[in-house]
């Protein structure tokens, strides 16, 4: 009798054991491995609980935490998503599966686990379709629940940051006024995107500012027919219109001193001046266009970036440096407690008196 209930025990086991097994066999989350891992775990935390049933919560406890462990360390060690999960499917390339603890992002049949939601989006850009801010925002509101735990990616204007955790899109209307990216929001619809404990270097932007943003649409808000949506595990790019840009000039028609100059820009290690100039602009495209002394103070541009546009460069005995440009040129004296740079007109040459002094 004893030897048939030892037998019994390990049959139970057994067929619990495999049970389980079939649950992590299948590489798709779907209701089936849910239900074979709680069949398992019920036939045998059930027989083993039975003749003690103050002992079934711990039971249960150890085995739900065990298969966890076993699940993990399945994903960890194995090109596959978590049985205990539930997934946000974006698009055939983008699938977030959110299990106890961490997360799985499938990006296109790559896996990369995410430790305790802490980072952001992690796939490839270019999964995502870009949408024009203004468009996106015309129908977000209308179609919300399509839009649910979708991430999108926005490109347009920010218009508000919030520390290091947000991020805001507005719809805008362009003035007459469009220096240094200036425009007009619309504040009706507001785009919120989050990031995770500041992981993203938002420092480096500011108001007014062209970007794309990549968020999952998570939550929307309504206040005296104001909305405002919020975008989780947000990411920002820069975008490429700042890849390259054009130097404009206008040098003044008279300049009572050869050698008048006037301070831009004042930092520990250089001063950057301008000669005989009216206005100084740098241009992105025909409709971004900025002063260089904004640039070059809010650090979105740096005089090496400059100079490395150069059509010619020469040197003198002491080492100072003319750089020439179409329309102008900048002259670099090279002192002993910082640097200057003076940016004139054609004219500006090494022999102009600037760094002797």
């Avoid at 870009?130 to 209308?142: A, C, L, N, Q, T």
């Avoid at 009706?188 to 007014?208: A, D, H, P």
């Avoid at 002491?318 to 002192?335: A, M, S, T």
Wanted: aromatic share 12%.
């Amino acid at each position: 009798m004893k030897k048939i209930k030892k037998n019994k025990k390990y049959i139970v086991l057994i067929i619990g054991i495999i049970f389980l097994g079939l649950g992590f066999v299948f590489n798709e989350t779907k209701v089936i491995k849910i239900l074979l891992e709680f069949i398992g775990m019920a036939i045998i935390v059930g027989y083993y609980a039975k003749k003690k049933v103050v002992l079934l919560p711990y039971y249960l406890l150890i085995c739900i935490g065990g298969l966890l462990a076993l699940d993990y360390i399945l994903v960890k060690s194995t090109d596959r998503v978590p049985v205990f999960s539930y997934v946000i499917e974006s698009n055939e390339n983008v699938k977030l599966y959110n299990a106890v603890g961490y997360r799985v992002w499938d990006c296109n049949g790559t896996f990369v686990i995410d430790k305790l939601y802490q980072r952001s989006y992690l796939c490839d850009d270019a999964y995502i379709e870009e949408v024009d801010s203004k468009v996106f925002i015309s129908h977000v509101v209308e179609n919300f629940d399509e839009l649910e735990n979708k991430f999108v990616k926005v490109k347009g204007k920010i218009s508000s940051i919030t520390g290091i955790e947000y991020v805001s899109m507005q719809s805008y209307e362009e003035t007459d006024i469009t220096m240094n990216g200036y425009v007009t929001f619309a504040d009706n619809i507001t785009l919120k995107f989050k990031f995770n404990g500041g992981n993203e270097n938002v420092s480096n932007y500011e108001v007014y500012d062209n970007a794309i943003l990549i968020g999952r649409v998570a939550k929307l808000y309504e206040d005296n027919n104001k909305y405002e949506i919020i975008l989780e595990d947000a990411k920002i790019i820069k975008d490429e219109i700042y890849d390259d840009f054009e130097i404009s000039v206008t040098s003044k028609k008279e300049c009572d001193k050869d050698d008048q100059v006037s301070l831009l820009v004042s930092e520990s290690t250089y001063d950057i001046y301008s000669s005989c100039m009216d206005k100084i602009v740098v241009r992105y495209s025909e409709d971004l266009v900025y002063e260089l002394s904004f640039l070059l103070t809010s650090d979105k541009l740096e005089i090496d970036d400059i100079l490395e546009k150069a059509n010619n460069v020469s040197y003198d005995k002491d080492n100072n440096v003319l750089y020439e440009f179409d329309g102008f040129n900048i002259l670099e004296c090279n002192r002993d407690a910082k640097k200057q740079y003076i940016i004139g007109n054609s004219k500006l040459n090494l022999e102009s008196g600037f760094c002797a002094k």
